[in-house]
C-alpha cells in the first residue's frame, strides 16, 4: 500500500518560496502522475499542477507563473515550489498519486503552510 | 478555463434519506467527471469515476450520473458515517472542482 507523506516548513514569510516534498513508500514513482492540491482553511480544493514521470508537467493557469515541479526518483520524492507568496497561499498542501491523468487516487494527509511575517 | 459549480454548497438530512447534489460544469464535459468524499481533518477520497463508476469498496448507496455539462451525485440511503463534504471534479482539461457540498445530519 502507497503512502506519501508531505513535508516543510509550516511559516513562509511573504514574498519567499514555499516549498515542500512528498515521499512515497511503499510503491514505485514510475508510471504515475504526481500532483500537488491544496485547500485554505474552511474552503474548498484547488489543484495545482502536476507532472508525469518523464518530467512532463501541466500546471494551473492561474498560478502557472509562480509554481514549479520536480520529482527525485532516486530519493522518491516529489516536490513543490510556490514563489512570491501571500497570505492567500496560506492552506493544506496535499500531494496526490494518480494512475492517470483523470482522478487523483491516492493522497497524502496534508501540511498546513501558513504565509506570515 | 472550465468551472465547476456545486449545489447545494451544505444540507442535512436524516438518517435513511435520500440525498442528492448536482454538479454543473461551464462547457461540454462530456463524462469526465469524477466525485470525492472528505471528512472532517482528512484528504479527500475518489468515491466515483466518469461519472458513474464506483470505486472499488465504495458501497452500492452512492451513485453517480449525467454527462454533457450536468452531474449529478446521490446517496440513496444517507448514513451517519456519511458526513463529510462532497466535491466534483471535472478532467476534459486539467483538473478543476467544484465548490464542496457539506453534508450534515438533521
Known amino acids: 500500500q502507497v503512502q506519501l507523506q508531505e513535508s516543510g516548513p509550516g511559516l513562509v514569510k511573504p514574498s519567499e518560496t514555499l516549498s515542500l516534498i512528498c515521499t512515497v513508500s511503499?510503491?514505485?514513482?514510475?508510471?504515475?502522475?504526481w500532483s500537488w492540491i491544496r485547500q485554505p482553511a474552511g474552503k474548498g480544493l484547488e489543484w495545482l499542477g502536476r507532472?508525469?514521470?518523464?518530467?512532463?508537467?501541466n500546471y494551473n493557469p492561474s498560478l502557472k507563473s509562480r509554481v514549479t515541479m520536480s520529482v527525485d526518483t532516486s530519493k522518491n520524492h516529489f516536490s513543490l515550489k510556490l514563489s512570491s507568496v501571500t497570505a492567500a497561499d496560506t492552506a493544506v498542501y496535499y500531494c496526490?498519486?494518480?494512475?492517470?491523468?483523470?482522478?487523483?487516487?491516492?493522497w497524502g494527509q496534508g501540511t498546513l503552510v501558513t504565509v506570515s511575517s | 478555463d472550465i468551472q465547476m459549480t456545486q449545489s447545494p454548497s451544505s444540507l442535512s438530512a436524516s438518517v435513511g434519506d435520500r440525498v442528492t447534489i448536482t454538479c454543473q460544469a461551464s462547457?461540454?464535459?462530456?463524462?469526465?467527471l469524477n466525485w470525492y468524499q472528505q471528512k472532517p481533518g482528512k484528504a479527500p477520497k475518489l468515491l466515483i469515476y466518469?461519472?458513474?463508476n464506483l470505486e472499488t469498496g465504495v458501497p452500492s448507496r452512492f451513485r453517480g450520473s449525467g454527462s454533457g455539462t450536468d452531474f449529478t451525485f446521490t446517496i440513496s440511503s444517507l448514513q451517519p458515517e456519511d458526513i463529510a463534504t462532497y466535491y466534483c471534479?471535472?478532467?476534459?482539461?486539467?483538473?478543476?472542482f467544484g465548490g464542496g457540498t457539506k453534508v450534515e445530519i438533521k
Open positions: 496526490a498519486r494518480s494512475f492517470t491523468e483523470a482522478s487523483l487516487d491516492d
Open positions: 511503499g510503491g514505485s514513482m514510475s508510471s504515475h502522475y
Open positions: 507532472m508525469y514521470i518523464t518530467g512532463s508537467t
Open positions: 462547457q461540454d464535459i462530456r463524462h469526465y
Open positions: 466518469d461519472a458513474s
Open positions: 471534479q471535472q478532467y476534459d482539461d486539467l483538473l478543476t
